[in-house]
């Protein structure tokens, strides 16, 4: 159940009514009251600000039950997440002042001049004399939301800026939203390459599978900075992160546990990609006609490619059958899908990452009793699987490095940093997984992400601390 935060602004008759009689309606209403703060009172009246919690359901009988006190008047209700919103999320700040013509002359004409021929002769100035070296592009066409699917560019855009405030706040990179008011494919690679240049590296969002596939694979063929579909691969390395640490737990070894992946778009390709990389040899990817056999043939390429892949199991089945001796289960798909019962058809010491949203695969409450370690997409429950662990630090890293690219051995680098973070003392069932504000996971992983770009020859610039 989704909660808000509501801000009532009430004036209160004390002739009529007192503040208990107030409390007692919304606590009745299913609210929860946080904050009281008092604008204005006289020996008549009172105005007061009043925080209240409440989920999405309730939040109508609030207003409902206080309309229906005497001396109660409603001034105003306000959404905190909404107030949040007013005027957009982010800024951009010059870093001096222009005080006067002098200051003027170097950052405009004439003094630019100079700086504008030193590029054309040397484009690989710009990353030294622009905003280039450390700024990347937030795009989206909004046709894949997540929990809201294709809701479009501009309902899409404060996504988009929110996660350019976690680049910001968490590894000090400057992102900005790019939202593509088109769903062209071509259209969309054009636009992107058009805008590259002011950019040192585009991270895509919320686009629609399977064409998010081929966007990303040929803006990685035309472009020289990285380009790096989050909700493929960032989820594929959070889940990669988690896994280390739950086999960890278990003793088991990757190479020789049986992994169903459930929910073959754009994430649960990427995991299965990751999954191969990292050394799993028993993979059964599964989608709404069942289980993706070796040696079958399939319309979908993504498809094609994973049963040509010698790890993929060649038995088909349906996920209730597959899953008969798993060791792990991860699941992208949609909720309610399985029960108690398909969970004591697993191996012992069995691993569930189920990360529908909002509803997980599997109730984790139903699920708890028969799984060793259980995961989500969810924050209300342990070890949430989370993009944010990700892109921060993988974009600073590359940025530090110029990578040419973001490649297979940068993103296992980065799944086995953020599984390091959490130490053997802390590691237990419920916490496979760090937090996002963990300040450790963006220098780890940044460290990492650099350190695999150098040995793989991905690497422009030695930064300083590695030299």
């Not at 935060?5 to 409390?23: D, P, Q, W, Y």
């Not at 007692?24 to 904050?35: E, F, N, R, V």
């Not at 690989?124 to 905003?131: M, N």
């Not at 209300?380 to 944010?388: E, K, S």
């Amino acid at each position: 159940m989704a909660y808000n935060s509501i801000i009532l602004r009430l004036e209160l008759n004390h002739e009529l009514n007192h503040f208990g009689e107030v409390a007692t309606a919304i606590s009745k209403a299913g609210g929860d009251m946080t904050s009281i703060d008092v604008i204005r009172t006289t020996q008549e009246s009172s105005i007061r600000d009043i925080t209240v919690q409440v989920s999405d359901q309730e939040e109508s009988r609030v207003s409902e039950f206080l309309k229906e006190l005497d001396g109660v008047k409603i001034i105003n209700i306000s959404d905190r997440t909404f107030l949040a919103h007013l005027g957009g999320k982010i800024s951009i700040h010059p870093n001096m002042p222009i005080k006067n013509r002098d200051d003027l002359s170097r950052v405009y004409t004439p003094g630019v001049a100079r700086v504008c021929n030193a590029i054309h002769e040397d484009p690989r100035k710009a990353y030294s004399l622009t905003i280039k070296r450390n700024t990347v592009a937030v795009v989206t066409d909004g046709t894949a939301v997540l929990g809201l699917g294709d809701i479009g560019p501009h309902a899409a855009s404060p996504v988009m800026e929110g996660k350019a405030m976690l680049f910001k706040q968490l590894a000090d990179v400057d992102a900005f939203p790019i939202c593509l008011d088109t769903k062209d494919t071509e259209e969309i690679i054009r636009t992107i390459v058009h805008i590259s240049p002011i950019f040192g590296g585009i991270n895509l969002e919320d686009i629609s599978s399977p064409r998010c596939f081929e966007i990303e694979a040929r803006l990685s063929e035309q472009l020289a900075i990285p380009v790096f579909h989050d909700d493929q691969h960032g989820t594929a390395i959070v889940v990669l992160a988690g896994l280390l640490n739950a086999l960890k737990l278990v003793g088991k070894r990757i190479n020789q546990i049986r992994v169903v992946v459930n929910g073959i778009g754009a994430a649960g390709v990427a995991i299965c990609k990751m999954l191969l990389s990292a050394g799993v040899t028993h993979l059964i990817p599964v989608d709404q006609e069942g289980a993706i056999v070796r040696g079958e043939h399939y319309s979908q390429p993504m498809w094609q490619w994973l049963a040509e892949q010698p790890q993929v199991e060649n038995q088909p089945g349906r996920l209730k059958e597959v899953i008969r001796g798993a060791d792990v289960f991860i699941g992208v798909s949609r909720g309610g899908l399985l029960q108690a019962e398909d969970m004591k058809e697993m191996a012992a010491d069995n691993i569930v990452f189920a990360m529908a949203n909002p509803e997980p695969e599997i109730d984790p409450k139903e699920a708890g009793p028969y799984v060793r370690i259980l995961a989500t997409g969810r924050s209300d429950y342990p070890n949430q699987i989370n993009n944010v662990l990700v892109f921060p630090g993988i974009f600073r890293g590359a940025l530090d490095c110029r990578a040419q690219q973001i490649n297979e051995p940068m993103k296992l680098a980065a799944a086995r940093a953020i599984a390091s973070v959490v130490s053997d003392k802390e590691l237990n069932e419920l916490y496979i997984i760090p937090s996002i504000f963990n300040e450790q996971i963006v220098t780890k992983v940044r460290h990492a992400v650099i350190e695999a770009a150098i040995l793989t020859g991905m690497a422009r610039r030695i930064p300083p601390d590695f030299r």
